[in-house]
């Protein structure tokens, strides 16, 4: 049972570079989320998706864009990445009231 | 807009004490909530969730919590903690259907 599957696990980014952070679920999901977690601040969501096709912004959407590719996969890109965005990011499906979240990307930009 | 506020940052007790931890939402109508653990270098897992009925919840590892709507509170308790209880704990909200919402996390340090 993968459940929510995020890669890579570990990045360091220069600022300046951009890079796209993959998740993907086998749970047959509707909704995916993606949020950052930064110390004392708790999950902070970043965008979600309700359903395959459609995208809306959370909480700190800025600096971010996302693709609901399919289904199975979600996906977070940092354009031009800056070293505010030094996180750990978690993606994370659900289904009515439960969610699942993957095992964190640890992103660092230097 | 939902807000989640945990009391306290960081806690410190000793193996053995008694642990609460508090847990207040702004929400007023009907919630789902939950309180996650996340272990160092790990990611988030679930410790017990409130949907309905009985407003006193067990989770695992000898975790509970007890839902007070009238004081919008979700509050995390465990009568005898263990230095493996070493971690950060999130409260979090969820409208059904609708995004969840979390709190900042209270770190727990549980001293041998």
């Known amino acids: 049972n993968a459940g929510v599957t995020q890669t890579p696990k570990f990045q360091v980014l220069k600022t300046g570079q951009s890079m796209t952070l993959q998740c993907a679920q086998d749970?047959?999901?509707?909704?995916m989320y993606w949020y950052r977690q930064d110390p004392g601040m708790g999950l902070r969501l970043i965008y979600y998706?309700?359903?395959?096709?459609?995208?809306d912004k959370g909480e700190v959407p800025n600096g971010y864009n996302v693709s609901r590719l399919n289904k199975r996969e979600f996906s977070l890109r940092l354009e031009s990445a800056a070293p505010s965005q030094t996180s750990v990011y978690f993606c994370?499906?659900?289904?009515?009231?439960?969610?699942?979240f993957g095992q964190g990307t640890r992103l660092t930009v230097v | 807009a939902q807000s989640v506020s945990q009391h306290n940052h960081h806690v410190i007790l000793s193996e053995a004490a008694s642990l609460e931890l508090g847990c207040n939402y702004s929400y007023g109508g009907t919630v789902n909530l939950f309180w996650y653990v996340q272990y160092p270098g790990q990611h988030l897992q679930l410790l017990l969730k409130y949907f309905s009925g009985d407003p006193l919840v067990k989770g695992i590892k000898g975790f509970e919590a007890e839902f007070i709507k009238s004081k919008f509170s979700f509050n995390l308790r465990k009568p005898s903690v263990q230095w493996s209880d070493t971690a950060e704990y999130f409260c979090a909200v969820n409208l059904y259907g609708q995004n969840f919402v979390f709190g900042p996390g209270t770190r727990l340090s549980v001293l041998p």
């Open positions: 994370a499906s659900s289904v009515g009231r439960m969610a699942f």
């Open positions: 749970m047959n999901h509707n909704s």
């Open positions: 998706s309700a359903s395959e096709g459609t995208t």
